[in-house]
């Protein structure tokens, strides 16, 4: 009957049924509860960090009913606590034979779920001996080595752990790291403050409680899960980006830690009934990356900007379609346009010269060519005769304002009298912009052809984005994920949707310039 009955709800609906009975009477935390559920799920290390009385055990001892045939260890850790209190008493028979062996029944080395409470506060001795545990899942007692069954340990407190302590490594098995912190609705405190006493233990139905052997089974299904190109192309951005930021953010991700990342992210696909991830798994990163109180919010708004910003991994090189679509645009301006004002100019040997005529001081009538190169000079110059010769009976200037000021020199008053004609104004053939005309058909054929493949590329794009917008709104409900985050998902999205629509403006802007 009660197989019968697990075969008519699907993983996803289970999963919602549990974090739902866990989280009954208890206020702003069925986003903890459903992470640190997940955590369970895949047998990971947890770490409830938050101030005193923010109910951390009683979330704990919840999560511990979900699972049948527990057995459950609490401890409240604190500087004066032995390993007697929590690996067991040293037993008295087997010291008398020499044989220095605890005895563990009842105590952690025995327990399968296991939840301690202000970790940091304890000694060395007992947080080495809890390393090893977690490490090897063994534990030295007296002469022989003992297997341990642990599977879960949830520890919590409102410190992390003090650096250069030697707790980095133990620190580091913990994969998850939620926070958990005092109500914030006025409305959700005044229903604890009214609330009866909430109870130690959720209401769980018998039918939705979790086997060891499905638990095995699952671990081994999730391997099969694949990690989709937008989540690995998230984490890779994210990583290098933790590298470059790891001293001003100290922060320090091992290898070991992402490969247990990626497994968290496919068992939360698993459980949405997913056969690859998607942006809503990759939310679970604010609760693995972290590693102190002053750069959780910051590494949270680089999960949040990474995901936004790279929401979409497209077959076609995003950065290559801007890059032809600039050259197309540029050989346009190029072949189709004049990219400088054309001057009517006559040529004397190989330059181009203005032609203009002038008088002399004694109204002499002369023709003067001006160099084109000194348009936009300030220095004065001669002007030349048809055949180069500089006319040094007259002086001229651009002044750096496109029009020419000539000067006649009278020879008799050694220069120092100048007879000021007015400004001479180059002639403009054709404006910078202009189109030109006669431009080889074949030509304009081609250029139209190019602008017509960008458009249709950037309107695939288009198509292929919103089709992925849709099925990730399809899948974007995911019970591990608090609500109010799944709209960074969806805002990423169409922020890139509107990006590729400008660049469709684009592109039609540009074959407008064909026509």
Not at 141 to 168: D, F
Not at 247 to 272: G, M
Not at 436 to 465: A, G, H, T
């Amino acid at each position: 009957m009660e197989e019968n009955q697990k075969i008519v709800l699907n993983k996803k609906e289970r999963i919602n049924k549990i974090i739902s009975s866990l989280s009954d009477d208890l206020q702003e935390r069925e986003d903890v509860i459903s992470i640190a559920l997940l955590g369970s799920l895949i047998e990971e290390s947890i770490f409830l960090y938050g101030p005193p009385g923010t109910g951390k055990s009683l979330i704990a001892r919840r999560i511990s009913n979900t699972f049948h045939n527990q057995k459950y260890f609490e401890y409240l850790m604190q500087k004066f606590s032995t390993p007697d209190e929590i690996f067991g008493q040293v037993s008295i028979s087997e010291l008398k034979k020499d044989n220095y062996k605890r005895l563990t029944e009842g105590f952690l080395p025995t327990a399968t779920f296991a939840f301690l409470d202000e970790i940091w506060k304890s000694s060395p001795a007992i947080l080495n001996t809890l390393l090893t545990i977690l490490n090897e899942r063994t534990f030295k007692n007296g002469n022989t080595i003992e297997n341990c069954p642990l599977k879960i340990i949830i520890s919590a407190s409102n410190e992390v752990p003090p650096k250069n302590q030697g707790l980095e490594a133990l620190y580091d098995r913990f994969l998850l790291r939620i926070p958990v912190f005092p109500i914030k609705n006025k409305k959700n405190f005044e229903m604890l403050l009214n609330s009866d006493k909430v109870k130690s233990k959720a209401n769980i139905q018998n039918e939705y409680k979790i086997s060891t052997n499905e638990v095995e089974k699952w671990k081994n299904e999730i391997n099969d899960i694949k990690l989709s190109k937008e989540t690995l192309n998230i984490i890779h951005i994210l990583r290098t980006l933790l590298f470059e930021k790891a001293e001003a953010l100290d922060i320090y991700v091992s290898d070991r830690r992402w490969k247990k990342i990626a497994f968290l992210l496919k068992a939360s696909a698993f459980f949405c009934e997913r056969q690859e991830t998607n942006l809503s798994d990759l939310l679970l990163l604010k609760y693995c990356l972290w590693s102190t109180n002053e750069n959780r919010e910051e590494i949270d708004t680089l999960i949040e900007n990474t995901i936004k910003e790279n929401s979409y991994v497209f077959e076609t090189n995003l950065a290559e379609f801007d890059r032809e679509k600039e050259n197309i645009e540029k050989e346009i301006n190029k072949e189709l346009y004049y990219t400088e004002d054309i001057y009517d100019t006559e040529n004397i040997k190989g330059n181009e010269y203005f032609k203009t005529l002038s008088y002399d001081y004694y109204n002499n009538k002369e023709e003067l060519f001006i160099d084109k190169k000194l348009i936009k000079t300030n220095k004065e110059f001669y002007p030349v005769d048809i055949n180069g010769n500089e006319l040094k009976n007259f002086k001229c200037s651009f002044k750096g304002t496109g029009s020419c000021e000539i000067k006649a020199i009278d020879y008799k008053w050694n220069y120092s009298h100048f007879y000021i004609r007015e400004l001479f104004s180059p002639k403009i053939l054709y404006y910078k912009g202009d189109k030109k005309r006669d431009v080889n058909k074949r030509l304009i054929i081609s250029l139209n052809q190019s602008v017509v493949k960008l458009i249709n590329d950037i309107e695939d794009m288009i198509k292929e984005v919103k089709l992925y917008k849709e099925k990730l709104k399809d899948e974007i409900d995911n019970p591990f994920i608090y609500k109010e985050n799944t709209g960074i998902l969806l805002n990423g999205i169409n922020d890139l949707i509107g990006n590729l629509e400008i660049r469709k403006v684009d592109c039609e802007k540009i074959k407008g310039l064909i026509q």
